[in-house]
Structure formats: structure tokens, C-alpha cells
């Protein structure tokens, strides 16, 4: 299984309170079932900043918002959700992936330091 987190909530970013909660409880239910299913399923997350169409809207109604976005993370870039996202849900849907469970991955340009 694979769920979605957000740096929103990791990170704690002002105003997304109710966003941030809600991945958070992602991850909190994500690692209940990851300890529970250990023997048959493996759930991990992915914490993604990529440029879906969702981020591209708000960036449009938002002007000077992706200056924002882009100054933190070191690689200064939105990342892919095909290329840069979706490889590494492969990744974790492979048997190469077997052996981890109840992980929270950061694929967004090295933005979030997990604490």
C-alpha cells in the first residue's frame, strides 16, 4: 500500500492547519497498518512537491507564490509527478521495496528534514 503525506503537515507550514492535520493522520493510520499487516502488506508514503495540476492552478491564481515554493527546496524545481513521483511508487510497489514498511519517503527536492 501506498498513501501520500504532505510536507504540509510534517513541516507544520502556516494557514494549512486543517490540510495538515488530515495528512498527518495519513501517516498515523499508515504506520498503525503497517504494524498490523507486517506479514502480508507492506504500506509505506510518499511526501511528494511535485507540479501536478492542482499546484499549477494554485501558482496561477497565486502570482508570486511559486517563487515562495521553489526558494526552499535545494534542488529549486517542482518535481514530476510521472518521472520524478511515479518512479519511486514503483519502487515501492516492487520486491526491491520488500523489506521496508510504515516509511515516510520525501520526494520534494530535499525541501522537508524529517524529524
Known amino acids: 500500500m501506498i498513501n501520500f503525506a504532505s510536507g504540509a503537515g510534517i513541516d507544520?507550514?502556516?494557514?494549512?492547519?486543517?490540510?495538515?492535520?488530515?495528512?498527518?493522520?495519513?501517516?498515523?493510520?499508515?504506520?498503525?497498518?503497517?504494524?498490523?499487516?507486517?506479514?502480508?502488506?507492506?504500506?509505506?508514503?510518499?511526501?511528494p512537491l511535485a507540479l501536478t495540476e492542482g499546484v499549477q492552478a494554485y501558482i496561477e491564481a497565486n502570482p508570486g507564490v511559486e517563487d515562495v515554493l521553489l526558494a526552499k527546496p535545494p534542488l529549486h524545481r517542482f518535481g514530476d509527478p510521472e518521472s520524478d513521483i511515479g518512479?519511486?511508487?514503483?519502487f515501492l510497489a516492487s520486491?526491491?521495496?520488500?523489506y521496508m514498511t510504515g516509511q515516510t519517503l520525501m520526494v520534494d527536492g530535499g525541501s522537508i528534514k524529517l524529524r
Do not use: H, P
Open 12 to 47: 507544520g507550514n502556516v494557514t494549512q492547519t486543517s490540510y495538515a492535520a488530515a495528512k498527518e493522520a495519513i501517516r498515523g493510520i499508515s504506520r498503525v497498518a503497517a504494524n498490523e499487516w507486517a506479514e502480508n502488506i507492506n504500506v509505506n508514503l510518499i511526501s
Open 95 to 98: 520486491d526491491d521495496a520488500s
Open 87 to 90: 518512479r519511486v511508487a514503483v
